[in-house]
């Protein structure tokens, strides 16, 4: 499946912008990630192709990263904080009750594509404890009825679930 | 937010948004510039800071004019600023609260640096979970650029710099300067240890300083005011400037403060972060970030400064204070950050990749009541091995082990004693997270919040 020519154009741009191509390797794998769900293989070719890099060199980042998926993940990626100040205001139960209420393990993703939950470093945002980050937004001091109301929302205005491809 | 003490970095602290450039213009912001390119030499403003003793806020405490003078002199070619934003460390969220404070002062920050050590670009980097400050700065050098203070020929001078935002895609170990450089560059960011220093060899091999944010923050108001100016705002002699404490954990008023470098840390918790919520009493506290040792109350009158810190056989650190009360297992605690290294190691040395899974395996053990006796020596004995570590991960990673054996052995020990946590806590799952094994046990949660009264 060939890329669709405004990414790829975007691609180049940023490529272009750089001091050098690699230092474009994390936001090239971001864009492909946008576009495909996660890095699939299709992905790291493209990425490797556009950059010069071979992929081995990008597969060394794409698995070191947090924030950068190799395998399928859903629409929304749940990063509950688990550091020291999250677990101090029972982090773990909130990790457990995401869990369940999800019905996924811990790296899992709901039948619909729609939330895949993972454990997270330190989010930066410890006076707020326990806290989550979904999809570059903040969650505040959890609580169950806090995450029911938030996994709520987001399903209601999701408007088509997305599917990892 | 009204906090009884100088407000240096905060000056322009609203609740829930940036200040603009035009506000940022109207207390005074880029007079400095002003005043600077064109106007001063680069040494004049590295001899400005030299004699401000600005110490790097990263936590290191490097002083920051004298890792500038760290570039050869007589170099012709590149030189780049990398502004370090990455800011892993469990409770440090300084940097993220100062660029959403005040972008320009920031960016001001970065401009006076570049000045001094005649960078021609430099680079923000910047975490995956602070994409909004990613955002936000971009947003606002595009708003300085169409200003005429980013860019070629900057202020009508022969003096030009941009600066570029890098996102990461998110690991601790990034926040290590040499690390960092390679993840610039596209390559896996393990650290670089011996051979030259970034100053001198550094982004794509040339010159460059890598700077905590706040560090760079401050040095608007040092070229504006004066060293000494800078030097009176700490509270202790020897220090100097104003500190961002960020301040979490059991605490009534968590949150970022602006304080004299120097303040004892009773004051910050007492006295401005609101004590302890009620019914609960002070064990310890971890005072600069999760890589620096826990402390016990009775050492809580000691200044807040590199100096004083370290005296103490203590680390200023990012000055990230954790609080932890009575009713909080200090093993459980530090199985927690060890579990936190565990994970971020880059794992390309012995001490670090293999010594943490094992101490973080008998931490599981005394957590969960199957320690015994000798798993306290060989705790202490990993740690200390950890110590001769590549890079400074790992033996950041043994201050809070340490630091629970010297001050709290007695607690480690009750759990031997008793076969199981004193505190309550469930057996940690001995093979990393699992669900749906155990009864959630949600215990007192924090308020909702908009009920919260803290
Ligand atoms: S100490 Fe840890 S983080 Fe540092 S180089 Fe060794 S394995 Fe990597």
Same mark, same amino acid.
């Given at each position: 499946m060939a890329l669709p020519d405004a990414l790829v154009s975007d691609l180049k741009r940023m490529i272009a912008q750089a001091e050098h191509p690699r230092?474009?390797?994390?936001?090239?794998?971001?864009?492909?990630?946008?576009?495909?769900?996660?890095?699939?293989?299709?992905?790291?070719?493209?990425?490797?192709?556009?950059?010069?890099?071979?992929?081995?060199?990008?597969?060394?980042?794409?698995?070191?990263?947090?924030?950068?998926?190799?395998?399928?993940?859903?629409?929304?990626? +749940?990063?509950?904080?688990?550091?020291?100040?999250?677990?101090?205001?029972?982090?773990?139960? +909130?990790?457990?009750?995401?869990c369940r209420t999800l019905g996924v393990p811990p790296g899992g993703t709901t039948d619909d594509g729609l939330f895949t939950v993972l454990p997270s470093a330190c989010i930066g945002n410890c006076h707020n404890a326990p806290t989550m980050l979904i999809n570059g937004r903040f969650y505040n001091k959890l609580t169950p009825e806090r995450i029911d109301a938030v996994l709520r929302e987001l399903r209601e205005t999701t408007e088509e679930p997305v599917r990892c491809k | 937010m009204q906090v009884d003490a100088p407000q240096v970095l905060f000056k322009n602290r609203h609740l829930g948004r940036p200040a603009t450039f035009d506000e940022y213009r109207a207390g005074g912001g880029y007079?400095?510039? &002003? *005043?600077? =390119?064109?106007?001063? %030499?680069?040494?004049?403003?590295?001899? =400005?800071?030299?004699?401000?003793?600005?110490?790097? /806020?990263?936590?290191?405490?490097f002083p920051a004019g004298r890792k500038w003078q760290g570039i050869p002199a007589g170099y012709v070619g590149p030189r780049y600023v990398v502004?370090?934003?990455?800011?892993?460390?469990?409770?440090?969220?300084?940097d993220r609260v100062l660029?959403?404070?005040?972008?320009?002062?920031? =960016?001001?920050g970065i401009l006076l640096c570049a000045y001094a050590v005649s960078a021609t670009l430099g680079v923000c980097f910047i975490r995956p979970s602070y994409e909004s400050d990613a955002v936000l700065l971009e947003r606002e050098t595009q708003v300085a650029r169409e200003k005429g203070l980013l860019g070629k020929n900057i202020l009508g001078t022969d003096f030009s710099f941009d600066i570029h935002v890098h996102r990461s895609a998110g690991r601790y170990i990034c926040g290590e300067a040499s690390a960092q450089i390679k993840a610039i560059s596209g390559l896996r960011p393990n650290p670089r240890k011996g051979g030259p220093r970034t100053s001198v060899k550094g982004l794509w091999d040339c010159p460059t300083i890598v700077n905590n944010l706040e560090t760079l923050a401050n040095l608007p108001g040092i070229? /504006?005011?004066?060293?000494?100016?800078?030097?009176?705002?700490?509270?202790?002699?020897?220090?100097?400037?104003?500190? !961002?404490?960020?301040?979490?954990? /059991?605490?009534?008023?968590?949150?970022? &403060?602006? $304080?004299p470098m120097g303040i004892p840390l009773r004051e910050i918790l007492f006295e401005h972060a609101g004590g302890m919520p009620p019914g609960r009493t002070i064990k310890a506290v971890i005072p600069g970030g999760a890589s620096t040792p826990f402390m016990p109350e009775r050492l809580l009158d000691l200044p807040m400064d590199f100096d004083?810190?370290?005296?103490?056989?203590? /680390?200023?650190?990012?000055a990230s204070i954790m609080v932890f009360d009575q009713n909080t297992? $200090?093993?459980? *605690?530090? !199985?927690? !950050? =060890?579990?936190?290294? %565990?994970?971020?190691?880059?794992?390309?040395?012995?001490?670090?990749?293999?010594?943490?899974? &094992?101490?973080?395996? $008998? !931490?599981?053990?005394i957590e969960s009541g199957e320690g015994r006796e000798e798993h306290i020596g060989m705790i202490r004995d990993m740690a200390k091995v950890m110590q001769s570590a590549y890079c400074a991960f790992a033996p950041g990673a043994a201050e809070p082990i340490l630091s629970l054996l010297t001050h709290f052995e007695a607690e480690v020990r009750e759990h031997l004693h008793q076969h199981k946590c004193p505190f309550g806590n469930p057996p940690p799952a001995l093979h990393g997270k699992a669900c749906g094994t155990r009864p959630i046990a949600f215990g007192p949660t924090p308020c909702p919040e908009d009920q919260c009264p803290i």
């Open positions: 230092e474009a390797a994390v936001d090239v794998m971001y864009a492909l990630q946008r576009h495909y769900g996660y890095l699939c293989d299709e992905a790291m070719h493209y990425a490797s192709t556009l950059l010069g890099m071979t992929t081995l060199e990008l597969e060394s980042l794409a698995t070191f990263y947090d924030y950068l998926y190799r395998r399928p993940v859903g629409h929304y990626v +749940i990063h509950v904080c688990d550091s020291v100040v999250c677990w101090m205001f029972h982090q773990d139960s +909130i990790f457990d009750y995401l | 007079e400095a510039l &002003y *005043a600077t =390119i064109g106007k001063r %030499t680069p040494e004049e403003v590295l001899d =400005i800071v030299l004699a401000s003793d600005l110490r790097g /806020r990263g936590g290191a405490g502004v370090n934003t990455d800011e892993m460390e469990p409770g440090t969220f300084k660029v959403n404070v005040d972008p320009h002062l920031v =960016i001001e070229v /504006r005011n004066g060293a000494d100016w800078f030097k009176s705002l700490a509270r202790t002699p020897g220090s100097a400037g104003t500190k !961002l404490f960020s301040v979490s954990g /059991r605490i009534a008023k968590p949150d970022c &403060y602006e $304080l004083s810190m370290k005296k103490a056989g203590q /680390r200023l650190g990012t297992c $200090l093993v459980g *605690a530090t !199985l927690n !950050l =060890i579990e936190f290294f %565990t994970r971020e190691s880059c794992g390309w040395c012995t001490p670090c990749r293999e010594g943490l899974p &094992y101490v973080r395996h $008998l !931490l599981r053990l």
